[in-house]
């Protein structure tokens, strides 16, 4: 589903943020990948959301080299990709089912299709409760509950999450994990960055572990071990 081969991404200054870095992720899979900040983790995420291009190597979605697309081929690319980021990314002046709606309207969905899948959607995250409330009205861990409704509601091959517990509480980041789980579980595949040694330990599920830009471990069920 997702190949990189060999890539490597080399900025004008010399520094090397990837270096010859391969693996694949399987349809369904949850993979988690970890290492101190400047590992590569943040270069690897806009490898594959083709923000940025290898300097060298490969990098496929399906049979698809992401880094030969043009600007609308990449917009179209995008809407099979979910993004969870740390700091949450709400709309303030829009409310949470109305946050939700506007991925979807991007994505040039009906107006029918909004009213029934945004309350459908935040079912799944457990915050129904919530729909007509403003973000500066709900919690941390809400927040990132309608970051992750937004990110699944065009239902995307693939959610990307980049450090969604950084701002959250242990049980807060508990609930996010169990979220992000049953979203595997329903067949989505899920790619994790963190730095939360409980949530990799937790999981049991594959880790890839990055220093220097280079991936050094990849283990099936793997800890977090750096």
Request: charged share 30%.
């Given at each position: 589903?997702?190949?990189?081969?060999?890539?490597?991404?080399?900025?004008?200054?010399?520094?090397?943020?990837?270096?010859?870095?391969?693996?694949?992720?399987?349809?369904?899979?949850?993979?988690?990948?970890?290492?101190?900040?400047?590992?590569?983790?943040?270069?690897?995420?806009?490898?594959?959301?083709?923000?940025?291009?290898?300097?060298?190597?490969?990098?496929?979605?399906?049979?698809?080299?992401?880094?030969?697309?043009?600007?609308?081929?990449?917009?179209?690319?995008?809407?099979?990709?979910?993004?969870?980021?740390?700091?949450?990314?709400?709309?303030?002046?829009?409310?949470?089912?109305?946050?939700?709606?506007?991925?979807?309207?991007?994505?040039?969905?009906?107006?029918?299709?909004?009213?029934?899948?945004?309350?459908?959607?935040?079912?799944?995250?457990?915050?129904?409760?919530?729909?007509?409330?403003?973000p500066h009205e709900l919690?941390?861990?809400?927040?990132q509950r309608v970051s992750?409704?937004?990110?699944?509601?065009?239902?995307?091959?693939?959610?990307?999450?980049?450090?969604?517990?950084?701002?959250?509480?242990?049980?807060?980041?508990?609930?996010?994990?169990?979220?992000?789980?049953?979203?595997?579980?329903?067949?989505?595949?899920?790619?994790?960055?963190?730095?939360?040694?409980?949530?990799?330990?937790?999981?049991?599920?594959?880790?890839l572990t990055m220093e220097?830009?280079?991936?050094?471990?990849?283990?099936?069920?793997?800890?977090?071990?750096?």
């Amino acid at each position: 589903m997702i190949h990189f081969d060999k890539v490597s991404k080399i900025y004008p200054d010399n520094s090397v943020a990837l270096e010859d870095v391969s693996f694949s992720v399987e349809p369904k899979e949850f993979v988690s990948i970890v290492g101190h900040s400047g590992a590569g983790k943040t270069t690897l995420l806009k490898m594959f959301l083709a923000e940025e291009k290898p300097t060298k190597g490969k990098i496929f979605f399906e049979s698809t080299d992401i880094s030969t697309l043009k600007k609308g081929q990449i917009n179209d690319f995008r809407r099979k990709v979910g993004v969870v980021f740390q700091d949450f990314r709400l709309l303030p002046d829009r409310n949470v089912y109305e946050n939700i709606a506007f991925a979807m309207e991007a994505a040039g969905r009906e107006d029918e299709e909004i009213e029934a899948d945004v309350p459908h959607v935040l079912e799944l995250v457990d915050l129904s409760k919530k729909i007509w409330n403003f973000p500066h009205e709900l919690s941390g861990g809400e927040k990132q509950r309608v970051s992750i409704a937004r990110a699944i509601v065009n239902q995307p091959d693939v959610v990307i999450a980049d450090e969604p517990t950084g701002n959250l509480d242990p049980l807060n980041t508990y609930d996010i994990v169990q979220i992000l789980k049953k979203i595997n579980d329903l067949g989505t595949t899920v790619i994790l960055t963190t730095h939360n040694k409980g949530v990799i330990d937790s999981l049991k599920k594959r880790v890839l572990t990055m220093e220097n830009g280079r991936i050094i471990r990849d283990d099936k069920e793997g800890k977090y071990v750096i």
